[in-house]
């Protein structure tokens, strides 16, 4: 069983930055792709960010590109997610996933394993 533990959200206003982490464990550990999710309140958990474990290649959605960079330590077996120039709109739980297999990277039904979630709160 693969376990994943997200940490680093928190308060901080507009414009401000956050940086989130998220620590795999468990007896093996092998990801096709790892990725950042959010659910903000009464709205549905949509893709954020993710990146191939392998070849590194990163995808982004579109409300994030240029503020966001997702990035991976294969050897702590770590994703993190730097977030710059927040918005009061990024405000959510966010949730780091992790994909066995072959996986459209932003479909959030292609990921097997998740956290806990971290809550980030960006106040305007």
């Known amino acids: 069983q693969v376990q994943l533990v997200e940490s680093g959200g928190g308060l901080v206003q507009a414009g401000g930055s956050l940086r989130l982490s998220c620590a795999a464990s468990?007896?093996?550990?092998?990801?096709?792709?790892m990725g950042w999710f959010r659910q903000a309140p009464g709205k549905e958990r949509v893709f954020v960010a993710a990146?191939?474990?392998?070849?590194?290649?990163?995808h982004y959605v579109e409300s994030v590109k240029g503020r966001f960079t997702i990035s991976k330590d294969n050897a702590k077996n770590t994703v993190s997610l730097q977030m710059n120039s927040l918005k009061p709109e990024d405000t959510a739980v966010y949730y780091c996933?992790?994909?066995?297999?072959?996986?459209?990277?932003?479909?959030?039904?292609?990921?097997?394993?998740w956290g806990q979630g971290t809550q980030v709160t960006v106040s305007s």
């Open positions: 996933a992790a994909a066995k297999g072959v996986v459209r990277i932003t479909n959030r039904d292609d990921y097997d394993y």
């Open positions: 468990g007896r093996t550990f092998s990801a096709s792709a």
């Open positions: 990146v191939t474990w392998r070849g590194g290649d990163t």
